[in-house]
């Protein structure tokens, strides 16, 4: 969806064609959700978040302010409701990995598992601040600059955020026995 498209849908939204908003959900949905999976690890959840976000996104659609990116207030709702979710429960490492190879032995299938098995399992170990940087980085492929403005820091702190991610990451990987080839 183009940004003037984009802006048109949102107007028609806010004045409350709900197929405007229709539109809106098929667009995010699986962005957001993934978000909400990467951040809690766990596939139901990931669904109730994503709804519960996208309820406050129509509740709270009259406040948007086209100035900014619809796609960075939207992602910004989801993180809110995923961080908020993360405090209130003890995160835990249940897994709804699909890492499909196509033409893969069972066995290359199983060892990819198990190493996404590790990475979602080290990266529910991190603090949902050095998570939340890494996800948006390395599982949205996200520009420093968005992140910044998702997060409401400066680029430079999403920087040395994300250098100190990476390195509790590798540590959990290298003590789970996970090494970079």
Do not use: C
Not at 69 to 82: A, D, M, Q, V
Not at 85 to 99: N, Y
Request: hydrophobic share 40%.
């Amino acid at each position: 969806m183009s940004d003037d498209s984009e802006l048109a849908v949102i107007r028609r939204a806010q004045s409350g064609d709900a197929r405007a908003f229709e539109a809106l959900v098929d667009e995010y949905q699986g962005v957001l959700y993934n978000l909400a999976l990467r951040m809690t690890g766990n596939a139901e959840d990931a669904r109730d978040l994503t709804q519960t976000a996208f309820l406050k996104v129509w509740r709270n659609l009259a406040s948007y302010d086209p100035s900014h990116r619809f796609y960075s207030w939207i992602y910004r709702i989801t993180l809110n409701e995923s961080l908020n979710f993360v405090q209130r429960r003890r995160p835990h490492a249940e897994l709804d990995e699909r890492l499909p190879a196509s033409g893969a032995e069972p066995d290359e299938n199983a060892h990819a598992s198990e190493v996404g098995a590790h990475i979602q399992g080290a990266l529910m170990e991190l603090t949902a601040e050095y998570r939340e940087v890494i996800v948006l980085r390395h599982f949205h492929q996200l520009a420093y600059q968005e992140i910044a403005e998702i997060l409401s820091i400066p680029e430079k702190t999403v920087k040395s955020r994300l250098y100190s991610a990476r390195q509790l990451l590798g540590e959990r990987l290298r003590q789970r026995g996970i090494t970079s080839a």
